[in-house]
DNA sequence: CTAAAGCCTCTAGTTAGCTAGAGAGTCAAG
DNA sequence: CTTGACTCTCTAGCTAACTAGAGGCTTTAG
């Protein structure tokens, strides 16, 4: 076994990730790996590294994908910091959407709620819940 | 064919929603038909209502799960608007901790975004893009 | 009478990031 | 020399709410 030369499970343990993991990220083409005559996979140390970093790229909200399209630029060669800036502005845009529907959603529910409050709660004949066949459609 | 005896196409024209969608429904419980000789399903034609009722509740986010509860309770021959309210009270407080979460991550990201204006995007040998490498592990 | 439309069941695919298990080969320690 | 740890591939399952398609009846309109 030569130096730098690490098997699945030594990646595994040095990298918190399970050997799944590690096997699920190679047929994403996120790592790469030698194999051996036995048909184990063997790891440059460098991978090590790589797999770190794309935790690390998990925790600011990169999916897989994303992190995919950055390691490709770094095997082109490039220097993939500008995409990772445009990337990280697109997630905080998408956060503050998110963040407006969810406020805007969570206002029309507590005004539901409020109201309800003085809704007689007896159905009608064929209704089910009053508070929700009340409900004007479409409004959304 | 009798009176308010209506064939799944039927239903579905009146509600909006796809024949798939019935059956699917009916697979969780949500509606129920008769069948005919032919095998084909028969709904009452208060299940028009029923169906509108579910689409409504789903604009408030309510769960098809959490129909089905709705609709047990109503079929019980109980009142389910106490069951409503609390739903709603859940989902309210949800959102409100999605909101939170989602507020304090995008500050984390603006925060790495505004600092990152200052950091040389240089990587230094077997790095991929200092940026990233440069985080603090473990910060989430 | 025929063709189109409607209905049936069953299976599988969609998203994202894994996880679990079967069944089998390989390697290291005692 | 055996046993247990490690590795391999392949398949399937997880969440949620559907959607699409195959293959095959039944009904309806003209």
Redesign the interface.
């Given at each position: 076994m030569e130096i730098n030369s690490l098997k699945i499970g030594a990646v595994a343990k040095r990298t918190g990730v399970t050997v799944g993991t590690l096997r699920y990220y190679e047929t994403l083409g996120l790592i790469q790996s030698q194999r051996g005559d036995n048909g184990y996979r063997f790891y440059a140390s460098?991978m090590v590294?790589?797999v770190?970093?794309i935790k690390?790229?998990q925790?600011?909200?990169f999916s897989l994908e994303d992190i995919g399209e950055?390691?490709t630029v770094?095997q082109r060669g490039d220097?993939?910091?500008?995409f990772?800036?445009a990337l990280?502005?697109d997630?905080?845009q998408q956060?503050?959407q998110?963040?407006r529907e969810?406020?805007a959603?969570?206002e029309k529910?507590?005004d539901?709620?409020d109201r309800?409050a003085t809704i007689n709660?007896?159905?009608k004949p064929?209704e089910?819940?009053?508070?929700?066949?009340t409900?004007q459609?479409g409004?959304?």
């Amino acid at each position: 076994m030569e130096i730098n030369s690490l098997k699945i499970g030594a990646v595994a343990k040095r990298t918190g990730v399970t050997v799944g993991t590690l096997r699920y990220y190679e047929t994403l083409g996120l790592i790469q790996s030698q194999r051996g005559d036995n048909g184990y996979r063997f790891y440059a140390s460098e991978m090590v590294h790589q797999v770190q970093f794309i935790k690390q790229a998990q925790t600011l909200g990169f999916s897989l994908e994303d992190i995919g399209e950055i390691l490709t630029v770094h095997q082109r060669g490039d220097v993939p910091c500008g995409f990772v800036q445009a990337l990280l502005q697109d997630k905080i845009q998408q956060l503050d959407q998110q963040i407006r529907e969810r406020v805007a959603f969570k206002e029309k529910l507590e005004d539901y709620r409020d109201r309800w409050a003085t809704i007689n709660l007896q159905p009608k004949p064929g209704e089910i819940c009053p508070l929700i066949e009340t409900l004007q459609p479409g409004v959304s």
